[in-house]
């Protein structure tokens, strides 16, 4: 049990060997965070501008909308980004195995994010439900795809760093490209987490 | 230089400048008609004059482009050209069809050129910038086909590097995109809307790509700055362009009758366009800071940085200010599309392809790295005399088209364009000014070339 909780939590007694640098990664990697944030973020504005003056259609469409499904989609990308981080924890703490196990669960969390919104989609193509259905509609599909399109590229990016990580690229002293890896991803996972409440809640 | 086949670039450098000369030639004539309406008519009708300046411009920068590969991809590949003789066989071929088209355009009416060339059969002529016969566009089909099997070849058997990856995939989608000028729906939406896909996905799509591949590579060869942090940043520049680009394509499709959520997309990501031109100007300056060593060819590292601000005032700047759908309602069509349209291309790509000449040329001359100190500050005076004379071109352009769209499409009472026409005259007038400038430094260009031959080279600093 307690070895359960240590590998879990990473408690242990060993320090951090490497002073976390900030910010992590690689410099290139924050730079394109940076911008694809900046689209997001004009999706998300334009969104919320236009939802005032839509108020009505945009809150009755939203009902239509499996909350659920988001609610545990966002459950899948917290624990997944949780994953990652222990993972870079791990190789933090020179221990490869458990790091390449943590991998392997943050890319099962983020496939099973990729699962529940294929089904919402394939819900709304059945409904006849397109681009051009309504202003709503516009914006909840293109953002949700959108994101779904960064997901998808995610987790290839997951992939190659459990790929790499299993063998052996990453040491105790380097691992910056796995930190920008889990960078891009933490990204994707915020992005998530704003468009969760802002589509789905409010 | 390492490799003898890259010889094989300097016919192409060579065409291109020549074919540029023509551009410009044509540029000031069809300036002049914007004030002078019957100004060499009819020998030089307005609507020629403006298909050979902006067919050329696309003809002398695909020599460019291929003339730059066929120097860099061996340099970068490590090993000798594929095909030389293809390459210069090639050459021949795209020479000739060029300018038989050129021609044609110039010596019979464009309906029978249609005629003559049996545009009938497979019609494609008669769209903006498109206007190549038929059998024209096969040739370029031909041409780029073999062009890329040469450097495809040359790639494959030699050094991998980001650097040539990137080119080749900018080539391949430069090919690739030009297909859809062979297909013309009869639905005048669809046939608009394919005509973005050439016109758009080739210049803020996979051009951006041979710009970004081209200005790493002068940039590694003038500054000796490392290759893994110049690759770093090219992967970065070109994913944005890609994903700013390709969406962005939406920006042309606000008004011909494509679905609605292109307003909204089309404006969100072409907003974004800017972005990977900025990356490129903090990348061509920190290199240069960063640099290694001096270059003793100093003009190609002013071309280059030049290249990187340029395409960011030009093709950033300038593209946004009429890039989103409730401000392209109005700019839509005027002079401003005319401004951001002289400033993007002259900064992106021309400055590029005279960058990677100014760097090849001096070893294509057999000199070791640079031309003498006399050619140097002749081209380096070119250079700033083309460009101011360009961002002068794109202010006057902008004024007009301001006043344009102010009269023409917001006022309370608005005149029609003839009569708007007239009353922005004095800003064609400036701009024929700055354009006969810049024929001044494009003719200094040229010179760079022919002076200083005798004298020795500059030395680099020890």
Redesign the interface.
């Known amino acids: 049990m307690l070895y359960a909780t240590g590998f879990f939590f990473n408690i242990g007694n060993e320090k951090l060997t490497k002073v976390m640098k900030y910010p992590p990664g690689d410099l290139a990697i924050w730079i394109f965070i940076m911008a694809e944030l900046l689209v997001f973020g004009l999706f998300f504005a334009s969104y919320a501008v236009t939802r005032i003056d839509n108020i009505e259609l945009f809150e009755f469409y939203q009902q239509s909308l499996d909350r659920r499904a988001a609610l545990w989609n966002t459950l899948a990308l917290i624990s997944s980004s949780y994953f990652v981080v222990q993972a870079v924890l791990a190789i933090n703490r020179a221990r490869q195995q458990q790091a390449f196990i943590f991998m392997l669960l943050a890319l099962l969390m983020g496939l099973v994010f990729m699962a529940i919104k294929t089904q919402e989609f394939a819900h709304h193509i059945d409904q006849g439900i397109t681009l051009s259905t309504n202003t709503f509609y516009m914006f909840y599909l293109s953002m949700a795809f959108f994101h779904y399109l960064h997901v998808a590229l995610g987790l290839i990016v997951l992939a190659v760093l459990a790929n790499n990580i299993r063998k052996g690229c990453y040491s105790q002293h380097d691992y910056n490209g796995l930190e920008s890896g889990a960078s891009y991803w933490h990204m994707v996972d915020l992005v998530w987490i704003i468009l969760f409440p802002l589509v789905y809640v409010m | 230089m390492k490799y003898t086949s890259q010889m094989v670039a300097k016919p192409y450098f060579i065409a291109a400048i020549g074919l540029f000369i023509g551009q410009i030639l044509f540029g000031v004539i069809m300036g002049m008609q914007y004030v002078v309406g019957d100004f060499l008519f009819p020998e030089i009708p307005f609507n020629v004059a403006r298909m050979v300046h902006t067919n050329l411009l696309i003809v002398w920068l695909l020599f460019g482009f291929m003339g730059a590969a066929y120097y860099m991809v061996p340099d970068e590949a490590e090993t000798e050209l594929h095909s030389p003789f293809l390459a210069k066989l090639m050459f021949w071929i795209f020479l000739v069809a060029g300018a038989l088209t050129i021609l044609g355009y110039l010596l019979v009416p464009y309906a029978t050129l249609a005629e003559i060339t049996m545009n009938d059969l497979l019609p494609t002529m008669g769209r903006e910038f498109l206007e190549q016969p038929t059998i024209t566009k096969i040739g370029i089909v031909i041409v780029a086909l073999a062009f890329l099997y040469n450097i495809g070849m040359t790639i494959l058997k030699g050094r991998k590097t980001v650097i040539n990856l990137v080119l080749l995939i900018g080539l391949v989608g430069l090919a690739v995109f030009f297909l859809f000028s062979f297909y013309n729906p009869d639905n005048i939406v669809l046939d608009k809307m394919f005509w973005w896909f050439v016109v758009h996905l080739w210049v803020e799509g996979v051009w951006e790509l041979i710009l970004g591949s081209l200005l790493a590579y002068v940039l590694i060869k003038t500054t000796g700055v490392d290759r893994e942090v110049i690759e ?2 090219l ?2 520049i070109i ?2 362009a890609l ?2 680009g390709l969406i962005g394509t939406g920006h042309h499709f606000f008004w011909i009758g494509t ?3 292109w307003q ?2 089309g404006s ?2 072409s ?2 366009e800017p ?1 990977p031109f900025f ?1 490129m100007t903090i990348f061509a300056f920190n290199m240069v800071n960063k640099r290694r060593r001096q270059h003793p060819n100093k003009p190609a590292v002013l071309w280059a940085l030049g290249t990187a601000v340029m395409a960011f005032l030009g093709a950033g700047v300038w593209g946004f200010l009429h890039t989103l759908s409730f401000v392209n309602y109005y700019t839509h069509g005027t002079q401003i599309t005319a401004a951001h349209g002289h400033m993007a291309f002259y900064g992106a790509y021309v400055m590029i392809v005279l960058a990677i000449i100014s760097y090849a040329m001096p070893m294509l001359n057999g000199r070791k790295a640079a031309n003498s100190q006399l050619s140097q500050i002749v081209e380096m005076w070119s250079f700033w005399l083309m460009t101011i004379s360009m961002v002068f071109i794109t202010l006057f352009l902008t004024g007009a088209g301001i006043v344009q769209v102010y009269l023409q499409r917001m006022s309370d009472a608005p005149l029609p364009f003839m009569v708007v026409q007239d009353k922005i005259e004095l800003f064609y007038w400036l701009r024929e000014g700055a354009g006969i400038i810049f024929l001044i430094g494009l003719i200094v260009y040229v010179a760079s070339f022919f002076v200083g031959r005798d004298q020795p080279e500059v030395e680099l600093p020890k």
Do not use: E, H, N, S
């Open positions: 770093k940043w992967y970065v994913a944005m994903i700013t679905p609605g959520y909204w997309w969100i990501f907003a974004l972005i990356m």
